[in-house]
Structures are given as C-alpha cells and as structure tokens.
C-alpha cells in the first residue's frame, strides 16, 4: 500500500471495516466520486459492447467480423470486471486503495484515450469522441490526486 504500514492497514480492518480511515489519511472523496463515474460509463460501455459490438465498431470506422466482435465481448466481460472494482474501492475501500486505484487509472484513462485514437482505421467523429473521455477521466484523476497531495491539506 502507499505510505501506510501494515499496522495501520490491519487496525483499519480491526475498528469497523475497510471504509474507516487511518488518522494519517484523510478521505479523498473527489477521487471516490471520480471512481463511481467512471465506473457508469465502462458499465455503459460494456453493455453496449456486449449487446451491440457491431454498431460500436461502425462507428469506431472498423468493419464487422466475427473476430472482432469476439474481441469487443471479451473486452466487454474486462470492462465489467474493471466495473466491479472501481465501485468496490469507490464505496468500500480505505483512503490508500483509493488512491491507489486512482493512479493506475490515470495511466489506464490515458491509455485507452491513446489507443483509440492509434485505430487503424480513419479517426471518425465518435473515436474522436471517445478519446477524449478516456483523456478527460485520466486529467481528472490527476487533477484529484494533486489536490489530494498537496501540502497543507
């Protein structure tokens, strides 16, 4: 965990549940509202992958094929995994895992903003679109975790 010993991890669990706060943490609420978020729309996301990968590859400028749609359900089930988490840590988790959670989305946010726009395809009013969400999610983790760190909290 991040600047936190297990002592302070295992009191956490002791006291009343993961949810409680060691004293040294304060509670990085924004990042918790920023997970939740981002938590609907990889739902969202995931569903519509699931329901309709066709559509979504159109509008992404891809041709449909069985493998490609068989690559948006696979992706799909990971979004509803990566779903699952963020809401978990979002409601349930203690500041560090927040925290936590939220640096790696800041790489994953950007990541996925990135790579949709490296398609190899023509870049079309929806990818541009996308990207942007994905840009927008990592700024704003980053921006939370700034405020979250800086001195003086």
């Given at each position: 965990m991040i600047g936190i010993s297990w002592e302070k991890t295992k009191r956490v669990?002791?006291?009343?549940g993961m949810a409680q706060n060691p004293p040294s943490l304060p509670d990085?609420?924004?990042?918790r509202w920023v997970?939740?978020?981002?938590a609907v729309v990889?739902?969202?996301?995931?569903l519509w992958?699931?329901?309709?990968?066709?559509?979504?590859l159109g509008l992404l400028g891809l041709d449909e094929s069985l493998a490609l749609n068989w690559s948006m359900w696979m992706i799909a089930?990971?979004?509803?995994a990566l779903t699952g988490n963020m809401g978990v840590v979002s409601f349930f988790g203690p500041p560090a895992a927040v925290i936590a959670s939220s640096v790696v989305m800041v790489v994953?946010?950007?990541?996925l903003g990135f790579v949709t726009l490296l398609i190899p395809a023509p870049i079309t009013w929806f990818s541009v679109i996308y990207a942007l969400i994905g840009f927008g999610?990592?700024?704003t983790y980053l921006v939370g975790l700034t405020l979250w760190w800086r001195p003086g909290r």
């Amino acid at each position: 965990m991040i600047g936190i010993s297990w002592e302070k991890t295992k009191r956490v669990g002791q006291t009343g549940g993961m949810a409680q706060n060691p004293p040294s943490l304060p509670d990085p609420t924004l990042l918790r509202w920023v997970l939740r978020s981002g938590a609907v729309v990889f739902g969202i996301s995931a569903l519509w992958l699931l329901i309709a990968p066709g559509f979504f590859l159109g509008l992404l400028g891809l041709d449909e094929s069985l493998a490609l749609n068989w690559s948006m359900w696979m992706i799909a089930i990971t979004l509803i995994a990566l779903t699952g988490n963020m809401g978990v840590v979002s409601f349930f988790g203690p500041p560090a895992a927040v925290i936590a959670s939220s640096v790696v989305m800041v790489v994953a946010a950007g990541g996925l903003g990135f790579v949709t726009l490296l398609i190899p395809a023509p870049i079309t009013w929806f990818s541009v679109i996308y990207a942007l969400i994905g840009f927008g999610f990592s700024a704003t983790y980053l921006v939370g975790l700034t405020l979250w760190w800086r001195p003086g909290r």
